[in-house]
């Protein structure tokens, strides 16, 4: 045999286990990827074939790497079937998501349709609705925003009213809805919380329909206009329309990647909830919904035996016939949570309030008049197993390190390559393409590794005790005026990262190697730093930045300044919030700190305000001019409307990866705030 055949022949020996991956890879590039991902056929072709894929690899991994292995009752046995178990969990999870996101519906041109003949009739055969805000601890600066969104919807003043369902029972609260139209309501106790709240609310209101905002969420001036004709169909009980948020998340926040990562909710309400809806089994998530009165009725009003009572009345109204249907339009904007301490109350709240209605007698294994695909949907597989998953990934190289438990009987290394990169190859291809702009592997598996460590004890705790934990209201309005720091979920990671890393050194030295040679040790060792890699990502999320709660969007409004000796400039300005802005001038306007001025725009109150700043910006482009300015009565409630009622956002509409990358290096290893210059220049 000569020396090229040899060459060749060994070629062949160590690639043919790539064969699969790359066979899955031609087949998105060549194909999948330039198919049009709104399609249904499309997706369910995509997700055919990935599911193929998966089934494939948990065909071997029972023949070959669990079944063989001799029922000894040994440590490593009841490992190896532990793992396979909950892979199993991971195998039935993803197999939901895949069917959930074989379809999706976009349903604005039939809002459209509806819109045109819904409003084509007599202002007075208009329904009456009922604008529902329940509060309980929100400050005014809060309240405020939502109060005046709410009573500046398009749609006729007599046709609507807005009712301020106040918890707290705050005089001061009853003194601003009276100033400004408002209805204040309040009740002698707290009894059931949010869901006894709205139906107290219930009480004193009589419209068709129910529009519910949480306290810090302001609703668009179309938001009537776009979900009221859905109603038509008498069959639709509720329209959930998508949760937006004017201030970052903490994520986004403590990970330095506030201009260029997109917030966490963005997956399910812009990707998952419409496709959700393509099913009929989508459900209301609370705020930014409008439920059918009679509807309400029917059930008994909101129910209160879980402390999600959003998902709940979906369900109760499931049970009647009653759909929620899902409009994925921008129709409000609202606060995230702002902390990590709000974070981890919101999360646990809904996955706990998920859970327990596996246990409710309306809940879907038990609700009457539910199909089985139904039952099946809102099983909530994903909170019982997401968390679960995620820590076995991050414990079983350091379990292998420390005790040589595989977790699977003998295999090569060969095999893995050959069963189970397809499969990982073929998920993240097909995240990439069904979201684009939503999903990086890297710092989505970051996010939920950091949240596991909090989640975990709480899925745990839920399905052990699920009821007798109080509902807990997601505290708004403070920001994050000082720096924090998680130390539970930190000193977590921490340990992890060193057991794996400890796990790697002590197997590198022959004579304390609890491993030897085995083919897995290799397989293992890639494990082991793609686990360290994510935990330290997720450990820069402990580290809260100081950071005031700023609402400032990006405006760009031609404007005319005048300065407090007469001169009149132009500008545009580019920022904007309720206390200040920044305006953009061609030339230097010679302004100087503590210069009274002028700004006047078209639709937007005349600003009496004061320069606080003068920079230029970047390779001689623009002077930019911040200032500030008090606003009060009529004049704030127009800039109110103007800045949180439909005409800006604070999308990121596409990631960049390279500035993502930059920015997570730079904030594990440098300046957090140069890793992002290139974007922001």
Known sequence: MGEEPVVQHLLDQELWPLAPTLFVAGIFFVFITNWPRQRSWARTLACV????????????????????????????????????????????????????????VDRSAEADRLERAFFARPVEDLPVVDIFIPTYNEPLDVLERTIVGALALDYPRDRFKVYVLDDKRRDWLRAYCEEKGAIHVTRPDNAHAKAG???NGLTVASGAFVAIFDADFVPYRNFLRRTLPFFTDPTIGIVQTPQHF???????????????????????????????????????????????RSALDAIGGFPHDSITEDLLTTLAMLNLGYKTRYLNERLSMGLAAENLKGYFVQRGRWCRGGIQTIY????????????????????????????????????????????????????????????????????????????????????????????????????????????????????????????????????????????????????????????????????????????????????????????????????????RVTTGAERVLSARVVGLSLDGGVAAFAEDPGLRSDEPIRIEMERFPQLEATVTGTARGRRCGPVRV???????????????????????????????????????????FGRSDRGLERKEG
């Open 197 to 199: 709240n709205m139906n």
């Open 246 to 292: 004017f201030n970052k998340d903490p994520v986004q926040a403590n990970l330095a990647l506030e201009k260029v990562w997109p917030d966490e909710q963005r997956l399910f309400f812009d990707e998952m909830a419409a496709s959700r809806d393509a099913w009929d089994v989508s459900f209301c998530c609370g705020s930014c919904s409008i439920a059918r």
């Open 360 to 559: 409710l007698h309306n809940g879907p294994l038990r609700g009457p008049g539910l199909s089985l695909f139904q039952r099946v949907m809102f099983i909530p597989l994903s909170w019982l197993m997401q968390y679960t998953v995620r820590f076995v990934i991050l414990i079983v190289p350091a379990v292998y390190l420390w005790t040589g438990a595989a977790p699977l009987y003998f295999t090569g290394s060969q095999d893995i390559v050959y069963y189970q990169l397809p499969v990982l190859t073929a998920y993240f291809l097909l995240m990439g393409w069904l979201t684009p702009t939503r999903y990086l592997p890297l710092v989505s598996s970051a996010v939920g590794t950091f949240a596991t460590f909090r989640m975990l004890p709480v899925v745990v705790s839920s399905v052990v005790k699920p009821f007798g934990v109080p509902f807990r209201v997601t505290p708004k309005g403070s920001g994050n005026e000082e720096s924090a720091f998680d130390a539970y979920t930190f000193f977590s990671i921490a340990f992890w990262i060193a057991v794996t890393l400890l796990g790697l050194i002590v197997n590198i030295v022959p004579e304390w190697s609890r491993i030897g040679d085995g083919e897995f040790s290799v397989v293992s060792a890639y494990w082991a730093a793609l686990n360290v890699l994510v935990l330290m990502v997720a450990a820069l999320i402990c580290f809260e930045k100081a950071r005031p709660l700023l609402d400032s969007f990006s405006t760009d409004e031609p404007a």
């Open 626 to 668: 911040s200032f500030s300015y008090h606003l009060q009565g009529a004049c704030r409630d127009t800039m109110i409307v103007r800045l949180y009622t439909g005409s800006y956002s604070q999308d990121i509409r596409k990631i960049d990866k390279s500035a993502i990358f930059g920015g997570l290096w730079t904030r594990l």
């Open 49 to 104: 074939f990935v599911l193929a894929v998966a089934v494939r690899y948990l065909v071997w991994r029972l023949l070959h790497t669990v079944l063989p292995y001799p029922a000894d009752g040994s440590f490593g046995f009841l490992w190896t079937w532990f793992v396979f178990c909950i892979e199993l969990g991971a195998f039935a999870d993803i197999l939901l998501f895949l069917v959930v996101m074989s379809r999706t």
